[in-house]
């Protein structure tokens, strides 16, 4: 199938049909979003094959990096190779000998088919604990969520193309959209977006995350672990999510619309008209 010019996504013929009259017309080339096995390697020693869209891997693999714990900084990665290979794409990830000999003890092994962020563990002990609290910071007023909400669709390119990918972007204080990723799986754009964050330096206290998806217990534990004070999700959380925000001292703001949000966590969950911590 023909592919576009920035690999997210190919073109399939397609037909429409109505229910009551059947296929008409001539197909058509449709957009559809490219799903790529991803395997993710340190210093060579596989430990991970992810369902990715193969777009801003060196910021996923960054990002992955950071929010599964195997590093601590950005500056802790001293490499990242990207090769396509006959199955997908490997991404090698080159680490200082002290963290690599920590990784290697840690020895765990996952496989997702969109990027799970617990599969592969192999007992209830070893569900990750909150790192640390999130740093305190000042709320984030309903405006710039409002705001950001509004802003969120220009910054989804390929899903507009293509109907069939995550969004996770990251909005100043004021509600300008900053940063933005997409990926078939929704803890890969949140990792994308993660990477791309650490990668540039942003400080986690002059914003917010934004993501398209359900918020579930990984969503709220990435965005945590990389510091950010607020979350917000276009659709519901999940019990395991809340449980994480609260937790961690994050603040989540779910099924977000432009009108209204629903604050499930956060110092003003119980005050009326708000919807920031």
Partial sequence: ?????????????ARTFDYDRGASGLAQPRAIAVE???????????????????????DFAVGFALTEGIVERVDEIRDVAIEPVEAGVRVDITLPGERM?????????????????????????????????????????????????????????LNA????????????????????????????????????????????????????????????AKAAAFGAATLVSLSAPTSLAIERARESGLTLVAIARADRATIFTGAASGASGGIAA
Avoid: Y
């Fill in 1 to 13: 199938m023909p592919q576009n010019e920035q690999g997210g996504a190919v073109f399939a013929p």
């Fill in 36 to 58: 790529t096995p991803i395997q993710l390697a340190f210093g060579g020693a596989p430990f991970a094959v992810m369902m990715a869209t193969p777009r801003d891997l060196e």
């Fill in 101 to 157: 000999s920590a990784h290697l003890a840690r020895s765990r092994a996952m496989s997702g088919r969109t990027g799970c962020g617990l599969c592969g563990l192999e007992d209830l002990a070893h569900l990750p604990k909150p790192r640390r609290p999130v740093p305190a910071s000042a709320p984030i007023a309903p405006e710039a969520i409002r705001a950001a909400l509004i802003g969120l669709e220009r910054a989804q390119p």
């Fill in 161 to 220: 193309e293509t109907r069939a990918v995550h969004g996770a972007a990251w909005s100043d204080r004021s509600g300008v959209v900053l940063f933005a990723r997409e990926d078939v799986g929704r803890h890969n754009a949140l990792d994308k977006l993660i990477g791309a964050l650490a990668r540039a330096s942003v400080d986690p206290a002059s914003g917010f995350i934004i993501i398209t998806s359900r918020c579930s217990f990984e969503m709220a």
